[in-house]
């Protein structure tokens, strides 16, 4: 069983690939990030014929192939939890029953040779001539040496499973952060948050501390990615969420919502300290001028609304967010740029 993705390419086939995969994404104008790569690679090589045509009509609709696009397109045919997850039990269980037969083989021939060295030691016990005796010898010094390769042959096979199933681990680690990370901004994804709000929750209420959380909305995105692109309007959101990731600390967790949406999880931390990490996000945000490096051209400034809330006793994770939502709601409704903490 060979669990090492692409094991079979050599380096004059893969050095042609990568040639074939970068003369593809420059072509699309698609970044070059690991996610696009292995599904460019996947394409050139022809290793799927159903993600081969699924990105063929991505690129036949739109000159500029946005990067929820392509997330969505990896997460197809690359993060998919409950076939992958299915994919290792099969492989796991066929490890377990090739180590069951070897092991009920093993346990025959030990069985087996328990006898011939008990018939042995019974005929130690009579008088028998010197010819049977070297006979009788020979018979177990084979016996013997079959028995030790036999023992050799399951350390070996343990330790081929041994690493089988570490590469299994590895896999599945892999899988596990894929499905919980946003593939455009690098950050914790929906699922990630709501399994984090929750912990976060049980954790507050046990440890009888505080916890807020922030609800933040880019103001007129769907005006920016009109009048720039979205590729563009890609570069805004990873722009917002590096920003998060600087302005936050310690357990502090920042999380792409959907679409222009963000979330952060506060452990630990009251209204008013959620307020003015909430202002000092804001203020990061809209005193950068936002400029393309490649071409020099400038978009000018973002600004965003922010929601805040603190969690209350026995609140539900979902009443939470409902609350904060509102507060986000009023952010905007009373002109944007702005911090509003729930009622």
């Not at 952060?177 to 046990?206: P, Q, V, W, Y």
């Not at 880019?218 to 990615?225: C, G, L, P, V, W």
């Not at 990873?238 to 792409?256: E, N, P, S, V, Y």
Request: glycine share 6%; net charge negative.
């Amino acid at each position: 069983m060979n669990l090492i993705p692409y094991s079979d390419d050599d380096f004059a086939k893969a050095s042609e690939r990568l040639r074939l995969v970068i003369s593809l994404l420059s072509k699309h104008m698609i970044p070059p990030s690991p996610m696009n790569f292995r599904m460019g690679y996947d394409y050139v090589a022809g290793k799927s014929d159903e993600l081969k045509a699924a990105l063929n009509e991505i690129l036949a609709e739109s000159p500029e192939v946005s990067t929820d696009a392509l997330w969505e397109l990896y997460q197809q045919f690359f993060v998919q939890d409950d076939k992958a997850l299915e994919n290792m039990r099969q492989e796991l269980r066929h490890i377990i029953v090739n180590i069951q037969g070897e092991f009920e083989r093993s346990g025959g021939n030990l069985s087996s040779y328990a006898n011939k060295l008990n018939r042995f030691s019974a005929i130690l016990d009579t008088p028998i001539s010197p010819e049977t005796m070297s006979t009788e010898v020979r018979k177990v010094i084979d016996d013997t040496r079959t028995m030790e390769q036999s023992q050799h042959k399951i350390e070996s096979q343990m330790s081929s499973v041994l690493s089988e199933v570490e590469l299994l681990r590895k896999e599945l680690e892999q899988v596990k952060e894929e499905s919980m990370t946003d593939g455009l901004t690098g950050i914790a994804n929906r699922r990630a948050f709501d399994t984090a709000l929750e912990h976060n929750i049980d954790s507050s209420r046990e440890e009888k501390v505080p916890l807020s959380i922030l609800l933040i909305d880019i103001d007129h995105f769907k005006t920016f990615n009109d009048t720039y692109g979205h590729l563009v309007g890609d570069k805004v959101l990873r722009f917002l969420a590096t920003t998060l990731k600087h302005c936050l600390k310690g357990k502090d967790m920042a999380a792409r919502f959907g679409g222009e949406e963000f979330a952060v999880i506060l452990p630990q931390t009251p209204l008013g300290g959620a307020d003015a990490i909430a202002n000092q996000i804001r203020k990061a945000i809209s005193s950068v001028e936002l400029k393309d490096r490649s071409n020099g051209a400038c978009y000018g400034k973002v600004t965003v609304s922010i929601g805040i809330a603190q969690c209350r006793l026995n609140e539900l994770p979902n009443q939470l967010i409902n609350r904060v939502d509102r507060a986000l709601y009023l952010a905007k409704e009373r002109g944007r740029n702005r911090v509003e903490k729930a009622t």
